[in-house]
């Protein structure tokens, strides 16, 4: 298959017309000839020179070929840091990493993902016989993320949510045998926090993807048929267990024949607590094509503008995003929305800031965080290696997933309302967005940067958008995550409230 197909052909088409038309505003003649003069008048000058143009050409730039996906740990990672650092060094901001360097390094085991791959499963039929059914990589399956590289045919074994848990009275592989099979699993928990959060704290363990994998593993499983159709790195590499992710179409044609459908059989353990496992009576092909590095070295990118005031520079307000997305899995998973808007809103902040030339009382400090994807690794490793105390963080905003929609939401606004305040004033003064603070409800899990923030006790919001019309697919951790699918006039609005808002906090 071309890495150049272009489903989204109209859309693009609708994006360059979009991009053509803010071109046409953006490019006004200039109003002021003379340089601006106050420092207030020279933040306004500034906020206008934030362009939708420029932040989409950043998107374009995260998500091409030559940077591979970035996934950490790569050379494609290491070369869009480097580039980010070329723009960071270029507007005057200075080194904070390891050694006086712009990197932040830590241990990071990777796993690629290269073309090559097949699932299949082999139908009895009733006269006798069998056909045999293969899947269409992307849109019914997609291979696992840190699956061991090979091919196993064997019989396929529903284990629900493949929990042993003694202290539950709970054990989805009692009376099945999987040794040497392919297990096929349920994501999360039989049972959400709601309404019972006590006792689905009991159970939390048991939902996490590498405790899965690890779980199946142990019962000796040669392969794992995951109920989670999106490519999805956050999970521990088991040498020996080839993984993959499928959707509704394969789990149907797995039950096709059993008493109870797929749907039914995960009610039924949900309402009961007790276990449905059994074989399906059907063998399952899984091939996939991966090269697992356990050397692999993950890094952040730091930078720092220096305040001017003497009491305040010690303090800090910090913008942060995710460089990091998916690499590849058989084709190149872009990351436009996820999170190349994130870096591109935060860029544009930055260039502002120090082409605004106004005087910052405190520091500002940029956060390029590494292997969010991988199980927030980057951000977790900054908190407990700080290059600033983290008590002299006034501040942390983080842009997570900006670039589409028409409506932005601050994650942990409610609770640290002086930062949300703060990009309201900026909202409410210039921009008009519709924007809303929100409490921080799913601290349950770090799927955030800012939850090592938040554990922390450092005064963090995380940014996001929403509200765009819905696509005829899914962009979420796939292909189709694509620069064509952005809103560009949301990151421009952002970057401005996140400049203003910037500021203000340096300043206050
Ligand atoms: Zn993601």
């Known amino acids: 298959m071309s890495r150049f197909r272009f489903t989204a052909r109209p859309l693009a088409f609708v994006a360059s017309l ?4 803010s071109a046409a505003t953006a490019q006004q003649p200039s109003r002021a000839p003379q340089a601006p003069q106050t420092p207030q008048d020279r933040l306004v000058a500034a906020m206008h020179g934030v362009s939708s143009n420029v932040i989409l050409d950043y998107v374009k730039e995260m998500t091409s070929e030559k940077f591979g996906g970035r996934l950490t740990g790569t050379p494609g990672y290491d070369a869009s840091a480097a580039w980010t650092v070329g723009l960071l060094k270029g507007w005057g901001y200075q080194p904070m990493g390891d050694q006086g360097s712009w ?10 993902v290269l073309p090559g791959t097949e699932l299949s499963l082999r139908v009895p039929q009733p006269g006798g016989g069998e056909i045999v059914k293969s899947y269409r990589w992307e849109t019914e399956y997609y291979q696992g993320s840190t699956s061991d590289a090979g091919k196993v045919t064997a019989e396929a074994v529903y284990v629900g949510y493949g929990v042993t848990a003694p202290e539950l009275g709970y054990d ?6 999987v040794k040497g099979k392919i297990v096929v699993v349920e994501p999360e928990a039989p049972m959400g926090p709601m309404p019972d959060t006590a006792l689905f704290k009991k159970w939390r363990p048991y939902s996490f993807h590498s405790y899965k994998i690890e779980n199946a593993a142990k019962h000796g499983a040669a392969g794992k048929v995951y109920n989670y159709h999106i490519v999805n ?34 009610d039924q353990i949900r309402k009961t607590l007790k276990p449905a496992s059994r074989a399906f009576g059907k063998t399952m092909t899984l091939m996939n094509t991966t090269v697992h590095h356990p050397e692999g070295i993950g890094s952040n990118v730091i930078g720092v503008l220096p305040g001017s005031d003497p009491a305040l520079k010690d303090e800090y307000v910090v913008l942060g995003a995710h460089l990091d997305h998916l690499g590849y899995n058989h084709e190149m998973m872009p990351g436009a929305h996820d999170n190349a808007s994130g870096v591109a809103v935060l860029l544009a902040a930055a260039e502002a800031i120090t082409k605004s ?7 500002v400090l940029l956060l390029l965080f590494g292997a969010e994807e991988q199980g927030v690794w980057g951000s977790e490793y900054y908190v407990n290696h700080p290059v600033v105390p983290n008590a002299k963080i006034a501040a942390f905003l983080n842009l997570e997933s900006v670039g589409r929609g028409e409506r932005i939401g601050v994650s942990s606004g409610v609770e640290y309302p002086a930062i949300f305040e703060a990009m309201k004033r900026a909202n409410d003064a210039y921009v008009h967005r519709a924007m809303g603070a929100f409490a921080n409800l799913n601290l349950a899990r770090p799927r955030q940067d800012a939850a090592h923030f938040l554990w922390a006790k450092i005064p963090t919001v995380s940014i996001g958008t929403s509200g765009a019309p819905p696509l005829p697919y899914a962009s979420y951790h796939t292909t189709k995550d694509r620069w064509e699918i952005m809103t560009p006039e949301i990151m421009e609005d952002l970057a401005r409230i996140t400049f203003l808002a910037t500021v203000d906090l340096a300043n206050r």
């Open 18 to 21: 979009a991009l053509a038309v």
């Open 172 to 177: 989805d592989y009692a009376g099945v045998d």
């Open 233 to 266: 790195p956050n999970a521990r590499f088991v040498k020996g267990l080839i993984l993959s992710y499928v959707n509704e179409v394969v789990l149907n044609d797995l039950f096709a024949g059993l008493p109870m459908s797929h749907r039914q059989t995960v």
């Open 357 to 363: 030339k106004v005087p910052l009382k405190r520091s």
């Open 103 to 112: 990197y932040q390094k830590f241990p990071n085991p990777y796993t690629l």
